[in-house]
């Protein structure tokens, strides 16, 4: 397997700091060898671990996760 040069690194590395801003607190990463993106959000005394294929899906992830339930119901 090759790995990604030029823009593509350059592009994972612009998303990932995009999301750690949105998200202030969290760390995020991409995976060179799951080639998903996971991130690490703190909440109430404990981490959660989350995972998705793109840096969308991984902020709708985070955005759930960080969304207190009561919210999403309504």
Not at 9 to 37: C, E, M, N, Y
Request: charged share 20%; proline share 8%.
């Amino acid at each position: 397997m090759t790995r990604p040069v030029g823009p593509v690194i350059d592009d994972v590395a612009a998303a990932g700091v995009t999301l750690q801003r949105r998200f202030p607190g969290s760390t995020v990463w991409f995976g060179k060898h799951t080639f998903r993106w996971w991130a690490m959000l703190p909440q109430a005394r404990r981490w959660v671990l989350v995972e998705a294929a793109t840096p969308v899906q991984l902020a709708v992830r985070m955005n759930e996760v960080l969304t207190p339930q009561r919210a999403r119901d309504k």
